[in-house]
């Protein structure tokens, strides 16, 4: 096992100095970066290539949070042992709740899993991001000569990331909340930031979830599955759910049956179509049944934890409606639209269990497993 000696830095702007050092006290690291420009262009890359140049020279590995977040008292432990079990990989411990990796980890978390690997294409989050030393230094050296013409440190860091074949693998739970103050980037301007699943008072478990090919993603009231390419094209495709019965072995017909099932015994459709449309609430439906069915072809025989399975079926329905109403607006209907989810979800797994598609995963040491389906031997992009 890689002896580990991490470092540690939270970045900043002069404006938030004091939001920083509270966060950096907390962490017990006297590594405060700021913006070494502040009256200039707000630049979340020029910030950046000083925080991950601070990684020392005795540092295998180094990371960088920024300033507006909350994290889990167990962040720093996990990042440790993360860094000891993956020692080449990139971690990320935020996902936001309406972004492709949110559905990754989504899936994982429904199917007992602590580890996800990052859907290609995605910006890298940046929130809380654990880098080996050699590669915060060399993205520092990489991102420098972009700082005039570049501003997004998330997109630079999937640009380095994959320049250099580094894979980046994403915490389930997430392990910090964003806060919700002011940004000096202007991302207020897009929606509302938050985790897709932050529980502080969890760790991920030590399973890594692998074998997957398509990954059911609700956004904006619209569902979509993405499913990853072959071989010689491996970037993940957005397609339409109507077709989840070839990408995920999932029944669209029982799909159907059980949202009108659902509509026709449960007052709470009428209260949540009159704010929402019954298109987008019915888009939920199939993304939770695709993503239930989907968990549980993927997951042995216990399932995950039921706050961990709860949270991300809350943050689904509320993260994926917020270009329809307000985050308040969505908050206030957010335990309607969890049971919605949470029904279609249980819909989902029993529709993968009678159907027989229930694949048997088998633990390897170090956590990762191994996928073989039923009846088989077993054997081994831009902000979305």
């Known amino acids: 096992m890689t002896t580990v000696r991490m470092t540690t830095a939270v970045m900043t702007h002069p404006r938030r100095a004091p939001l920083a050092r509270r966060l950096a006290q907390r962490l017990g690291t006297p590594c405060v970066v700021a913006d070494p420009e502040p009256a200039g262009r707000p630049s979340a890359l020029r910030t950046s290539v000083e925080a991950w140049s601070r990684a020392t020279g005795d540092a295998t590995h180094h990371l960088v949070v920024q300033d507006d977040i909350e994290p889990s008292p167990a962040l720093l432990s996990t990042a440790q042992e993360a860094a000891e079990r993956f020692p080449e990989q990139a971690v990320a411990f935020y996902t936001n709740w309406d972004c492709r990796n949110a ?172 704010r929402f449309g019954a298109q987008p609430l019915r888009s939920l439906w199939a993304a939770a049944f695709l993503l239930g069915h989907a968990a549980r072809t993927l997951r042995p025989s216990r399932g995950p934890a039921e706050s961990l399975r709860s949270e991300a079926l809350r943050t689904l329905a509320v993260g994926g409606l917020l270009t329809l109403t307000s985050a308040a607006g969505a908050e206030e209907a957010a335990h309607r639209l969890h049971l919605l989810a949470d029904s279609a979800a249980r819909s989902g797994d029993a529709a993968a269990a009678s159907r027989g598609s229930v694949a048997r995963v088998r633990e390897e040491p170090g956590g990762s497993s191994v996928r073989t389906s039923k009846g088989e031997c077993d054997a081994p992009h831009h902000r979305d």
């Open 103 to 274: 559905s990754a980890v989504r899936l994982a978390a429904l199917a007992g899993a602590g580890w996800v690997p990052a859907i290609d294409g995605e910006y890298t989050p940046t929130l809380a991001l654990l880098l080996p030393a050699r590669h915060a230094r060399g993205f520092a050296r990489y991102a420098q000569r972009l700082v005039p013409t570049h501003t997004d440190d998330d997109e630079v860091m999937t640009e380095y990331l994959a320049a250099q074949g580094v894979p980046v693998l994403l915490s389930v739970p997430n392990l910090v909340e964003h806060l919700g103050v002011t940004s000096i980037a202007g991302n207020d301007l897009e929606r509302e930031r938050r985790a897709c699943c932050y529980l502080p008072d969890q760790v991920p478990a030590p399973r890594v979830l692998t074998g997957f090919t398509a990954v059911p993603h609700f956004r904006a009231g619209q569902v979509r599955v993405l499913v990853r390419g072959d071989g010689r094209s491996p970037r993940w495709a957005s397609t339409a759910w109507t077709t989840a019965n070839e990408s995920l072995g999932a029944d669209i017909a029982r799909l159907g049956d059980g949202w009108r099932a659902w509509i026709g015994r449960n007052p709470d459709f009428t209260v949540l179509a009159d």
